[in-house]
T-cell receptor
Framework: KNEVEQSPQNLTAQEGEFITINCSYS?????LHWLQQHPGGGIVSLFM???GKKKHGRLIATINIQEKHSSLHITASHPRDSAVYIC??????????FGTGTSLTVIP | DGGITQSPKYLFRKEGQNVTLSCEQN?????MYWYRQDPGQGLRLIYY???????QKGDIAEGYSVSREKKESFPLTVTSAQKNPTAFYLC???????????FGPGTRLTVL
């Protein structure tokens, strides 16, 4: 069973395109996290949200609690955005469930 | 600067040998986690610890062991009982429930 589902698995975009990555989850959550993993393997947290919308630079994350769905948007994509984006949900019991990730490649 | 350190970044071991992966954090976080990442799969929880001297098995604990003698340290031992140990291992911590999870840089273990 997959508590967190992401789509698409792979995404190739031209520089400048608007990108959307989707995440659906089936468990009760305390917060949803969007993570970025670069080829070296290290993971950084982009957003943590439990309602509404957050924006950081060209990145926007939204969550709909009723529909158990979140989206990560990248505006004006750039080759340096190429990475794996992972959706994770934190349960009230301090456990985390992870999606399999979306591999994004932005072509110049 | 606060953060999580994992060492080494790359580790090679012969089949049948136990190996210990280091994870240290200076964030004063109570909860620490070990995950395993394989190609095409999401992170899977090996062990987690909510507090010093206490830890719980995750989804794939077989063949692994941990200790939590200090708040800052949560080492993971990959034993010879782990059938397929070659993977990327990530350590993480959080300050408390509902907080952001911080990740270490990871250790890539290859068993030859």
């Amino acid at each position: 069973k997959n508590e967190v589902e992401q789509s698409p698995q792979n995404l190739t975009a031209q520089e400048g395109e608007f990108i959307t990555i989707n995440c659906s989850y089936s468990v009760g959550i305390s917060a949803l996290h969007w993570l970025q993993q670069h080829p070296g393997g290290g993971i950084v947290s982009l957003f943590m949200l439990s309602s509404g919308k957050k924006k950081h630079g060209r990145l926007i994350a939204t969550i709909n609690i009723q529909e158990k769905h979140s989206s990560l948007h990248i505006t004006a994509s750039h080759p340096r955005d190429s990475a794996v984006y992972i959706c994770a949900v934190g349960s009230t019991g301090n456990q985390f469930y992870f999606g399999t990730g979306t591999s994004l490649t932005v072509i110049p | 600067d606060g953060g999580i350190t994992q060492s080494p970044k790359y580790l090679f071991r012969k089949e049948g040998q136990n190996v210990t992966l280091s994870c240290e954090q200076n964030l004063n976080h109570d909860a620490m986690y070990w995950y395993r990442q394989d190609p095409g799969q999401g992170l899977r929880l090996i062990y987690y610890s909510q507090i010093v001297n206490d830890f719980q098995k995750g989804d794939i604990a077989e063949g692994y062991s941990v200790s939590r003698e200090k708040k800052e340290s949560f080492p993971l031992t990959v034993t010879s009982a782990q059938k397929n140990p070659t993977a990327f291992y990530l350590c993480a911590s959080i300050a408390g429930a509902g907080n952001e999870q911080f990740f270490g840089p990871g250790t890539r273990l290859t068993v030859l």
